[in-house]
């Protein structure tokens, strides 16, 4: 490969990495159903900025190489012309020996063609291999990077995060309504003037605190300068990554720790009616809680999917109890609906539990820091750091439902 094919790939490879990461930042806010805040635009910008600096370069050499490639073969169209003689042959190659046999005999003869014929074939070559040359082959590094992480929040997603704040702030909550009855009455008929029932409204107030969740990585100047695809992004990246992982898990432990208990499905093998029934009183069970305020959803972990999904038909038949289940579609975090009510996937649950919640029983709290950064120049390093507070919150126990499987 030519020292111009190098760079073109180079460059490629890099506008290919910017245009991924600048892609992956728009997604996440979509999928959280937000705006890109600053400091996601202020990453997109320096990708683009970078792509603005690298696309004058490629369009340089790909018009380079293309009058490269045009001038050798008008040569190649010439060579014919050029040559009074046909050249010798590089390398001879005899079918069998009884060839190699002729052309010793009409060498003998004087046949000046056997004899270069032969000259060739017996001529020590000096093979020239790869190996030789180490130096010269380039090793080619093809981007995007492979990453194998599940950055999605199923569950903080369901409930929509709200903004949020202060350092600390409180929930309005009823915790004893007033009362309505029947005037007291004599006989058939109402006692005129009768004093009517009287309970006053009790509020308290539930409290949350905003909970810090971060890491940094310290990046030389020359691990940044000389990476391609870019180390820097692929930090930022992970880091925000790994940051909606903990927020993630904060929150399932959180519901899980104050759900009231459920249904427990019995050991081995359970049949759809057993977990559509299950979902169905953990409903009612909600209701009871919350008086069906609220959308209801069930979050299950990956290994009850197998268990689950394999009972429900993604072609949804008339006996069935939902939509069914699309193995594909996990990845997406919903996976499926059994019973009219929407099942998530998340890595973040409990084995051998699911939770069915209202999603006016819990609520998430959040505000990104995002990515911060700060120079070293005595040691020619760069500090990253990626942060956000986040803070779920419990509003109503009774409208958390779990149910457990025994193993």
């Known amino acids: 490969m030519r020292t111009t094919d190098q760079m073109l790939s180079r460059l490629a490879a890099e506008i290919e990495e910017k245009q991924t990461f600048i892609d992956g930042i728009v997604e996440d806010a979509e999928k959280e159903g937000r705006d890109l805040n600053s400091q996601e635009m202020e990453m997109a910008t320096r990708a683009r900025t970078r792509v603005g600096e690298l696309q004058p370069q490629l369009d340089q050499l790909i018009d380079l190489r293309r009058m490269g490639s045009e001038s050798r073969a008008k040569i190649a169209e ?42 060739i074939y017996n001529r020590a070559a000096s093979h020239q291999k790869t190996s030789d040359n180490p130096g010269l082959i380039p ?15 199923p569950l903080v997603s369901a409930l929509g995060p709200r903004d949020l704040p202060g350092q600390t702030w409180g929930r309005p909550k009823v915790t004893q309504h007033t009362s309505v009855g029947l005037q007291p009455s004599a006989g058939d008929a109402a006692a005129e003037k009768a004093e009517l029932v009287s309970q006053k409204m009790t509020i308290t107030k539930l409290t949350a605190t905003a909970i810090t969740y971060g890491g940094y990585v310290n990046v030389s100047r020359q691990d940044i300068d000389f990476t391609t695809p870019g180390v ?15 927020t993630e898990a904060a ?88 019973a009219g009510i929407p099942v998530y996937v998340s890595a973040a649950i409990t084995a051998n539990t699911a939770l069915v919640m209202s999603s006016a029983a819990a609520e998430v709290y959040e505000q990104r820091i995002g990515s911060l950064q700060v120079v070293e120049p005595s040691v020619l390093g760069v500090q990253v750091a990626y942060a956000g507070y986040f803070t779920p919150m419990v509003i109503e126990a009774t409208g958390i439902i779990k149910i457990t499987k025994t193993p």
């Not at 001879?92 to 046999?101: C, D, L, N, V």
């Open 251 to 338: 929150a399932a432990t959180a519901f899980a720790a104050a759900a009231t208990a459920g249904t427990t499905l019995p050991t081995g093998a359970n049949t759809a009616d057993q977990i559509a029934g299950a979902l169905w009183a953990a409903a009612a069970s909600i209701y009871a809680g919350t008086k069906g305020v609220g959308r209801v959803f069930a979050v299950v972990p990956t290994g009850l999917l197998g268990a689950w999904g394999a009972l429900f038909a993604p072609y949804g038949p008339m006996n069935q109890q939902g939509q069914g289940f699309s193995a594909a579609d996990f990845s997406t975090g919903l996976a499926g609906v059994i």
């Open 232 to 246: 820097m992004d692929i930090i930022i990246g992970d880091l925000a990554a790994q940051y909606a992982i903990q």
């Open 139 to 153: 090793a080619p590094i093809l981007g995007p990077v492979v990453n194998f992480v599940d950055s999605n929040r």
């Open 78 to 119: 010439l060579a014919p012309f050029m040559r009074e003689q046909p050249a010798a042959p590089k390398e001879i190659e005899y079918r069998s020996a009884g060839e190699y046999a002729m052309d010793q005999w009409r060498a003998g003869l004087g046949d000046a063609d056997a004899r270069q014929r032969l000259e």
